[in-house]
């Protein structure tokens, strides 16, 4: 009977260190974003289309303010037959690259990695939060 109850509390003990261990590492995580928000992220001449784009999500968090601020500052982006405004879909392939279709491939960032590397991290924690809940995807 007591043997039961002491694998019954080691369960409980085993699962709250495991959340215990999830919430230090969201810790680590978010002070790291932090620490690299301090820093100085403005944009400089020497920056391009691309770099300009992860410094700006850094600044404001949202895809549609990124959008907003390059097309009412005159950046356009040149496509084949003429050059064009930017789409939210635009700047998101640059925020979070993906594959549009099965046959073609990922697109390439040209930035820093770091500088992308704390995008995706902090795209990551805007969206799970909006939905409620914390990070649930993993870093590694």
Not at 6 to 11: A, G, H, Q
Not at 66 to 93: A, M
Not at 123 to 138: D, P, Q
Request: hydrophobic residues 30%; proline residues 1%.
């Amino acid at each position: 009977m007591i043997e039961q109850q002491k694998r019954k509390f080691k369960d409980i003990l085993e699962k709250t260190e495991e959340i215990k261990n999830f919430h230090e590492e969201n810790i680590k995580e978010l002070k790291y974003i932090l620490d690299y928000m301090e820093r100085d992220i403005s944009i400089k001449e020497s920056d391009n289309i691309e770099t300009i784009i992860l410094k700006k999500y850094i600044e404001c968090g949202a895809i549609k303010r990124v959008c907003e601020f390059l097309n009412d500052n005159g950046y356009r982006l040149i496509t084949k037959d003429h050059n064009r405004k930017y789409t939210t879909d635009d700047v998101s392939q640059v925020i979070f690259p993906y594959k549009p279709n099965e046959d073609e491939e990922e697109k390439a960032i040209n930035a820093d990695e770091e500088l992308k590397d704390i995008v995706k991290r902090m795209h990551l924690y805007i969206f799970n939060s909006s939905y409620g809940r914390l990070k649930v995807k993993e870093f590694k």
